[in-house]
């Protein structure tokens, strides 16, 4: 009884769908392909460039309907009851049964398929990137990549702001995807953004190991 009540509690009964599946199955088959596999001959038959394609067209023509959901799931947490349950049913779990670590991979796969078409929910992704959980803050951020990756002027100054983050991991991690972004961005970019002073290794890498591009010094 005690399962079948978190079973239920974790429906979505209200979001959207396309081909009478909802988003959560048409997400939660991408990132987990082999689900609800029930034989290694499921497996080897598994056609995952039909799945792939099959999803994206599902999660686009869903468009931006899918958002809400995916902002949700972003911040999904497992209560004390449901992670108990969800361990004790192990590999039986089926239908809408998704552990937040799984909806968390579902939100990203969900923003990484819309891209561009997610850009209502730039926002929402930053006003999340102060969320008092530090885990939540950096999966907006990575969700951010997804949609406005080339877009530095407004990328970047949230990048830079993680370099203040609370969280050791998270300010690490920012700096790491910060050294992808140089390439892309001129000295004056960098000086005005004031990339070095948040990130001050980097300076210190490109220091040592100068390279070619938008940041390399120009030869005489």
Same mark, same amino acid.
């Given at each position: 009884?005690? *399962? ?5 509690? =974790? &429906?979505? %009964?209200?979001? @959207? ?92 796969? *969900? ?5 561009? =078409? &997610?850009? %209502?929910?730039? @926002? ?97």
């Amino acid at each position: 009884m005690l *399962g079948w009540l978190v079973w239920r509690s =974790d &429906a979505e %009964p209200d979001e @959207p769908r396309y081909r009478g599946r909802s988003l959560t199955w048409w997400l939660g088959q991408y990132t987990r392909p082999f689900r609800n596999a029930r034989s290694l001959q499921e497996i080897q038959s598994f056609d995952f460039e039909s799945m792939f394609r099959e999803t994206s067209e599902a999660v686009k023509a869903i468009g931006t309907n899918s958002i809400p959901l995916l902002l949700r799931y972003l911040q999904a947490r497992d209560s004390r009851y449901k992670s108990g349950w969800l361990i004790v049913a192990g590999g039986l779990r089926r239908g809408h049964a998704y552990t937040a670590s799984e909806k968390h991979h579902i939100a990203q796969a *969900g923003f990484m398929i819309l891209q561009k =078409d &997610a850009l %209502p929910a730039i @926002p929402a992704l930053i006003e999340l990137t102060h969320h008092k959980d530090s885990e939540v803050r950096f999966r907006a951020l990575q969700s951010l990549f997804f949609i406005i990756p080339a877009d530095t002027k407004q990328l970047v100054p949230i990048i830079v702001s993680f370099a203040h983050d609370p969280d050791a991991g998270n300010r690490r991690k920012a700096a790491d995807h910060m050294s992808l972004m140089l390439p892309l961005l001129s000295e004056q970019d960098v000086r005005e953004m004031n990339v070095y002073g948040a990130f001050p290794m980097l300076e210190r890498e490109r220091t040592n190991h100068p390279v070619r591009g938008p940041l390399a010094s120009p030869v005489h």
